[in-house]
Structure formats: structure tokens, C-alpha cells
């Protein structure tokens, strides 16, 4: 069984830029997570869908970042601008239902200078 | 929202003696504590997990438990080994809620 799918790995941009960050999950997984990962700390939640429709996004800064799940399969996260503190890894989760288990991609570790 | 704290954020321990984690979490909704295991560079690997209609589980060398009432669980490995090395998370959730609450990690090194 595949894994999930992240790319870019790595992406070092400067501040004010825009940078979008692609997932794919597990097929048939119909809940998707998308989590910041700040150096020494544990995940926190930025959006979580549920097919294509949004669950939570309480904690995602609007101003500046958005996602998108078409079709309920493949989901972008975009950060426009980028701040120095958007510096982090960002991970992409699923799992078959809510509340069971989720599987991590590898991540992208942003660089923000 | 749910609150989780682990504890210690840092272990070393002998190969082969045991290592023991520990979290507690705020909200008695919580059902649902996956553990897991995070490498350098790699994204977080769930080792094992536990729901709240069970008090212990086990698998080869890992075990956790789960005491409800004090609303605090922990991961237990024995005989470590050096591949052991890694950051282990711990979390919550609950089954009208939408996400996993994670810990603040903790450094686990197994000195060979």
C-alpha cells in the first residue's frame, strides 16, 4: 500500500513570498490533515477535510494561508506572503474515517529567510 | 480544546533496559491515544494506539496503558534497542472532535 505522497521535501523561499506545498493521500482515505511542525515542538493542526469539505481550519492563519481538497483526493496548502515564522515542517495526514488512525507523509521542511 | 502534556522531553536510557513515557490530557471526551515515532527527516509513524474501552495493550516490546479516571497514558518499551533512538509523540482525540491533540515530544536515546 502506498504511503502518503508530500512534495516538495525541502523549499527555502524569502519572506513575502508565496510557496505551495502538494499531498497525496492513501487511496480511499477520506479524511485529510495538514499540520505544522515547529522545530522541538509536536504537529499542530492547521485544516482537516473530510473528502473535499473542510472540518476544522480554527487554527489556520486565514489571512495568509489557504488549502484546497478537489475531487476529496489530492490537497494543496499555499502561504502568501510567508513570514519568518511560518518556518517549520509541514505534514500531511489521513486516515480512513475520523478519529482513526492517521498515516504521515515525510513532510516539507519550509525555510522561511 | 483538549490539552496533552508528556513528560520527560528528554530519556536516555542502556540498551536494554525499558523506557517509559507518560501523558496526560485534559478533556474526558478523549477515546482515542495513538502513539508515535518520529525519525530524523521523516514524518511521524504511528507504533501503537489505544482506545478508551481498554486499559492496556500490547505489541512485541511496546505496551501502553491507559488509567481513565486520572486521564493519563503511557508508552512502555522494553529490552531497547539503538534503532529505539527517535522522538515519540503521543496523542488524543475523541470521536466527535476532528483532530489529534499531540505532546510535546520526547527525545528518546538507547546508549548502545
Known amino acids: 500500500e502506498a504511503g502518503v505522497a508530500q512534495s516538495p521535501r525541502y523549499k527555502i523561499i524569502e519572506k513575502r513570498q508565496s510557496v505551495a506545498f502538494w499531498c497525496n493521500p492513501i487511496?480511499?482515505?477520506?479524511?485529510l490533515y495538514w499540520y505544522q511542525q515547529i522545530l522541538g515542538q509536536g504537529p499542530k493542526l492547521l485544516i482537516q477535510?473530510?473528502?473535499?469539505?473542510?472540518?476544522?481550519d480554527s487554527q489556520l492563519p486565514k489571512d495568509r494561508f489557504s488549502a484546497e481538497r478537489l475531487k476529496g483526493v489530492d490537497s494543496t496548502l499555499k502561504i502568501q506572503p510567508a513570514k519568518l515564522e511560518d518556518s517549520a515542517v509541514y505534514l500531511c495526514?489521513?486516515?480512513?474515517?475520523?478519529?482513526?488512525?492517521?498515516?504521515f507523509g515525510q513532510g516539507t521542511r519550509l525555510t522561511v529567510v | 480544546g483538549e490539552n496533552v502534556e508528556q513528560h520527560p522531553s528528554t530519556l536516555s536510557v542502556q540498551e536494554g533496559d525499558s523506557a517509559v513515557i507518560k501523558c496526560t490530557y485534559s478533556?474526558?471526551?478523549?477515546?482515542?491515544f495513538p502513539w508515535y515515532k518520529q525519525e530524523l527527516g521523516k514524518g511521524p509513524q504511528l507504533i501503537i494506539d489505544?482506545?478508551?474501552?481498554?486499559g492496556e495493550k500490547k505489541d512485541q516490546r511496546i505496551a501502553v496503558t491507559l488509567n481513565k479516571t486520572a486521564k493519563h497514558f503511557s508508552l512502555h518499551i522494553t529490552e531497547t534497542q539503538p534503532e529505539d533512538s527517535a522522538v515519540y509523540f503521543c496523542?488524543?482525540?475523541?470521536?466527535?472532535?476532528?483532530?489529534?491533540?499531540f505532546g510535546t515530544g520526547t527525545s528518546l536515546t538507547v546508549i548502545p
Open positions: 495526514a489521513s486516515s480512513l474515517l475520523q478519529n482513526t488512525e492517521a498515516f
Open positions: 487511496s480511499g482515505h477520506a479524511t
Open positions: 477535510f473530510q473528502n473535499n469539505g473542510v472540518v476544522d
Open positions: 478533556d474526558s471526551a478523549s477515546n482515542y
Open positions: 489505544i482506545r478508551s474501552n481498554v
Open positions: 496523542a488524543a482525540s475523541f470521536f466527535s472532535g476532528n483532530q489529534f491533540y
